[in-house]
């Protein structure tokens, strides 16, 4: 998962960009970079690291210009390092950079149709010379060529891509997967300075930066705003959608409204979801208590339902990162421990309901109920905001391999047992699917129910799962 923006038309888009990555730094935090232009000049600056850690004064002065596009980095595959960070830019056939949040299946079918010879792992490379290729076919480079391009590349592109692109001299050029996997939105801001453009990847970004949210850039749209502030939109395809559904289970900030759903009321309906799970056991609590900070809101609506109280027993050290964004087990252990300490007085001799958004690998899970059982929590009773993970996600988010994932051969008793909890609530998908309030068939749920949007070859499959096999193996071989 990444975290995308394009700004056009503003007085300094460096610092527009500077702010706004801010507030989407919870989308990646492995590297971050920008891309600017005035006229037909350009400047590109990335790296690996938070945003306070690549950019400084003198580096934003650096980014002059009015137009600009800015991305934060999580890596879900592909290495961690510099040459991967975002954005890329081009020469030819026109000059350009591009950045965008997803993930494509057919890279490598792909890399041998263009006979690319690309410099990094990120599929971001790829996108940006399939598009460039494809411009190239037209015999003139004007405004129509980019969306045939557009449109030549969903055709042959298969997997997720939110996608912005800035061309000097040109204007802001965006476009999103005909399933709209990943979200992105398009805002305005007119002022006593004049009009800007810009488009995020959650409307917060637009709403800091005192953009008004015009809309959603629609799954298989292309949209054009020009250095002249004139905008034209294209619906290139129109396939049937499949939003991903951990935006709002875990990923998009709470203040945040994908697809006309907020995340924060999305999340208050799966706590209200799980309530009735757990009402079937007919066991008894003391407290409800959240795994902060995503589960907060499920725990508060779980509580609320349950008319129990709800109590923060865990304290959260605001420094230490999301645990996933470190790229290994042994990191992501350590961090665990790091990052949550028990409120011994809200534990002790209490049976208490641990509420988290999800188990991935259950090694939040396991650790947690462990640390309240050393404070002599009296039962630990764990419930889950999202369904069991039963397979691999293709399209962005770091849910691994199967052998990874604690719930892709285990039975829920099992689950229960290997995390040490007295019992084990999941949500099930019609409770997600009736918390996130959208069709069913609205909602990318592979990883719940193997039922890919888009095709996945079998040997797509083995190729992933070996990529990401040997990708741990190799971070694990160097820490030891
Ligand atoms: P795990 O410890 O592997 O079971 O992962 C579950 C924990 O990590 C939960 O506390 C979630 O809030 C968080 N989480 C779940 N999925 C992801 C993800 N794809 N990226 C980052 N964090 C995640």
């Given at each position: 998962?990444?975290?995308?923006?394009?700004?056009l038309?503003?007085n300094?888009?460096s610092?527009e960009?500077?702010t706004?990555?801010f507030?989407?730094?919870h989308?990646?935090?492995?590297?971050?970079?920008?891309?600017?232009?005035?006229?037909?000049?350009?400047?590109?600056?990335?790296?690996?690291g938070?945003?306070?850690e690549?950019?400084?004064?003198?580096?934003l002065?650096e980014?002059?210009?009015?137009?600009?596009?800015?991305?934060?980095?999580y890596?879900?595959?592909g290495s961690?390092?510099e040459?991967?960070?975002?954005?890329?830019?081009?020469?030819?056939?026109?000059?350009m950079?591009?950045a965008?949040?997803?993930?494509?299946?057919n890279y490598?079918e792909?890399?041998?149709?263009?006979?690319?010879?690309?410099?990094s792992?990120?599929?971001?490379e790829?996108?940006?010379?399939v598009f460039?290729?494809?411009?190239?076919?037209?015999?003139?480079i004007?405004?129509n060529a980019?969306?045939?391009?557009?449109e030549?590349?969903?055709?042959?592109?298969?997997?997720?891509?939110?996608v912005v692109?800035?061309?000097?001299g040109?204007g802001?050029?965006?476009f999103?997967?005909p399933?709209?996997i990943?979200?992105?939105?398009?805002?305005?801001?007119?002022?006593?300075d004049?009009?800007?453009?810009?488009v995020a990847s959650?409307?917060t970004?637009l709403?800091?930066?005192?953009?008004?949210?015009?809309?959603?850039?629609?799954p298989?749209?292309?949209?054009?705003i020009?250095?002249?502030?004139?905008?034209?939109?294209?619906?290139?395809?129109?396939?049937?959608?499949?939003?991903?559904?951990?935006e709002?289970?875990?990923?998009?900030r709470?203040d945040?409204?994908?697809?006309r759903?907020?995340?924060?009321?999305a999340?208050?309906?799966?706590?209200?979801?799980?309530?009735k799970?757990?009402q079937?056991?007919n066991?008894?609590?003391?407290?409800v208590?959240?795994?902060?900070?995503?589960?907060?809101?499920?725990?508060?609506?779980?509580?609320?339902?349950?008319?129990?109280?709800?109590?923060e027993?865990?304290?959260?050290?605001?420094?230490?990162?999301r645990?996933f964004?470190?790229?290994d087990?042994?990191?992501?252990?350590?961090a665990?421990?790091?990052k949550?300490?028990?409120?011994?007085?809200e534990?002790k001799?209490?049976?208490?309901?641990?509420v988290?958004?999800?188990?991935?690998r259950g090694t939040?899970s396991?650790?947690?109920?462990?640390?309240?059982?050393?404070?002599?929590a009296?039962?630990?009773?764990?419930?889950v905001?999202?369904p069991?993970i039963?397979?691999?996600?293709?399209?962005?988010?770091?849910i691994?391999?199967q052998?990874?994932?604690?719930?892709?051969?285990?039975?829920?008793r099992?689950i229960?047992k290997?995390?040490?909890?007295?019992?084990?609530?999941?949500?099930?998908i019609?409770?997600?699917?009736?918390?996130?309030?959208?069709?069913?068939d609205?909602?990318?749920?592979a990883?719940?129910?193997?039922?890919?949007p888009?095709?996945?070859?079998?040997?797509?499959?083995d190729?992933?799962?070996?990529?990401?096999?040997?990708e741990?193996?190799?971070v694990?071989?160097?820490?030891?």
């Amino acid at each position: 998962m990444c975290g995308i923006i394009g700004i056009l038309g503003t007085n300094n888009a460096s610092a527009e960009l500077y702010t706004g990555l801010f507030a989407i730094q919870h989308r990646g935090q492995n590297g971050a970079g920008m891309y600017t232009s005035e006229g037909k000049d350009s400047v590109l600056k990335k790296d690996k690291g938070l945003i306070g850690e690549v950019f400084d004064e003198s580096i934003l002065e650096e980014l002059e210009g009015s137009n600009g596009i800015g991305h934060v980095r999580y890596p879900t595959i592909g290495s961690n390092v510099e040459q991967d960070a975002q954005p890329f830019k081009i020469e030819n056939p026109i000059e350009m950079g591009m950045a965008h949040n997803g993930n494509i299946v057919n890279y490598r079918e792909m890399v041998e149709k263009y006979d690319l010879d690309l410099k990094s792992t990120c599929d971001l490379e790829l996108i940006l010379h399939v598009f460039a290729k494809e411009l190239e076919k037209e015999s003139e480079i004007d405004e129509n060529a980019l969306f045939v391009a557009a449109e030549r590349t969903m055709d042959n592109l298969n997997g997720s891509y939110s996608v912005v692109t800035l061309i000097p001299g040109l204007g802001l050029f965006t476009f999103r997967d005909p399933r709209g996997i990943r979200p992105m939105v398009f805002g305005k801001k007119v002022n006593l300075d004049g009009t800007s453009f810009g488009v995020a990847s959650e409307n917060t970004v637009l709403d800091i930066l005192g953009y008004k949210v015009l809309r959603e850039v629609l799954p298989g749209e292309a949209i054009l705003i020009k250095e002249d502030k004139s905008y034209q939109a294209r619906q290139l395809k129109n396939e049937k959608t499949n939003h991903c559904m951990f935006e709002w289970v875990y990923f998009a900030r709470p203040d945040s409204t994908i697809e006309r759903i907020n995340v924060y009321e999305a999340r208050f309906r799966l706590g209200r979801e799980l309530a009735k799970e757990w009402q079937k056991k007919n066991k008894k609590l003391d407290v409800v208590i959240p795994v902060p900070d995503t589960a907060r809101t499920i725990a508060l609506a779980l509580a609320e339902e349950l008319d129990l109280p709800y109590r923060e027993g865990l304290l959260r050290n605001r420094y230490v990162g999301r645990t996933f964004i470190m790229p290994d087990q042994t990191s992501r252990e350590t961090a665990v421990k790091t990052k949550l300490n028990p409120i011994i007085e809200e534990v002790k001799g209490k049976k208490i309901g641990l509420v988290d958004d999800s188990i991935v690998r259950g090694t939040t899970s396991k650790k947690l109920i462990k640390l309240m059982k050393n404070c002599n929590a009296e039962e630990v009773h764990f419930l889950v905001g999202c369904p069991p993970i039963v397979s691999p996600c293709y399209y962005g988010i770091d849910i691994p391999t199967q052998e990874e994932l604690i719930a892709a051969n285990r039975s829920i008793r099992e689950i229960k047992k290997e995390i040490g909890a007295d019992s084990l609530t999941y949500q099930n998908i019609d409770g997600l699917v009736k918390g996130i309030a959208k069709k069913k068939d609205q909602l990318c749920l592979a990883c719940l129910d193997k039922e890919y949007p888009t095709k996945v070859r079998e040997d797509i499959r083995d190729y992933f799962e070996n990529m990401r096999r040997k990708e741990r193996e190799t971070v694990e071989g160097k820490k030891n």
